[in-house]
């Protein structure tokens, strides 16, 4: 797992939008896997930006990484409406080119299933970026999901629905109790995740994930089994971490030409 210490939430925006910009270089039709929520809007800022500049995403393909089950279609914070309003539409893509999993289908379990099998015949995620839970959770998978589980349906915690109140007018009697979430086996399958995590609220989580056990109580822990796992914090998010100046000096000194 490698950790980049960066400056604030604008920097690391712009250091995953260059490497999403130089995956579709190589593969100008590639899987992005994007999360909701506030912390990954400075990504999509930099990338809308980077497009706007000349940057050729239209062979880009975009897929979710979870959604409430429940909500009407069309319903504003529904995670599919989010992602159409904030990466998919901005960035001149057309609907055909997004996927997600179906959070208003009357068979739950089998809209799951759909979709993990949709993601594997599309070829697979090449980049997913997550955020992370104060608790440590990736995507909807909650502490103690297991590291093996595949896309399901989940009960959010009520630590999860009242940080996620703020979407729903602060009432947290609007936020559904159920999720389709890609689980984490699936989210290891992508060929490079990229975790952004900003603010000091989430510096234990990081910490907990980056040096910690692989353990089920912190879902996250689970990038320490990936491959080319990539952990991007700033600052605040960084403050707890033990080994933060070796992170420092491991990516200052990585040859140019390397990447994240």
């Not at 901005?90 to 959070?103: S, V, Y």
């Not at 590291?147 to 007018?169: G, M, P, V």
């Not at 990081?206 to 914090?233: C, D, N």
């Amino acid at each position: 797992m490698e950790v980049v210490i960066v400056k604030d939430a604008k920097a690391g925006g712009e250091l995953i939008a260059g490497a999403i910009a130089d995956l579709l270089a190589r593969k100008p039709d590639a899987l992005l896997g994007v999360a909701t929520g506030s912390t990954p809007l400075p990504i999509y800022d930099a990338l809308i930006a980077k497009v706007r500049g000349g940057l050729d995403a239209s062979r880009a393909r975009i897929c979710q990484l979870d959604e409430y089950v429940g909500l009407p279609a069309g319903h504003p914070e529904s995670y599919r409406a989010t992602v159409l309003r904030q990466v998919v539409e901005p960035l001149g893509l057309p609907a055909e080119q997004f996927m997600g999993p179906d959070g208003s289908a009357e068979d739950v379990q089998g809209a799951c299933e759909a979709y993990d099998k949709a993601l594997a015949e599309a070829g697979g995620v090449d980049l997913q970026i997550l955020g992370i839970g104060t608790d440590g959770h990736i995507g909807f998978n909650e502490p103690c999901s297991s590291l093996a589980s595949r896309t399901r349906i989940k009960t959010l915690i009520e630590q999860t629905r009242i940080d996620n109140a703020r979407f729903f007018d602060n009432d947290i009697e609007q936020v559904p109790h159920h999720v389709i979430t890609q689980g984490i086996g699936t989210i290891l399958d992508a060929r490079h995740l990229v975790l952004l995590a900003t603010g000091e609220g989430k510096a234990e989580a990081v910490a907990q994930t980056v040096e910690g056990p692989v353990a089920s109580l912190v879902p996250a822990s689970a990038l320490q089994l990936h491959p080319h796992a990539t952990v991007v914090v700033d600052e605040a998010a960084a403050s707890k971490l033990k080994l933060a100046d070796y992170f420092r000096h491991a990516f200052d000194n990585k040859p140019s030409w390397q990447g994240i």
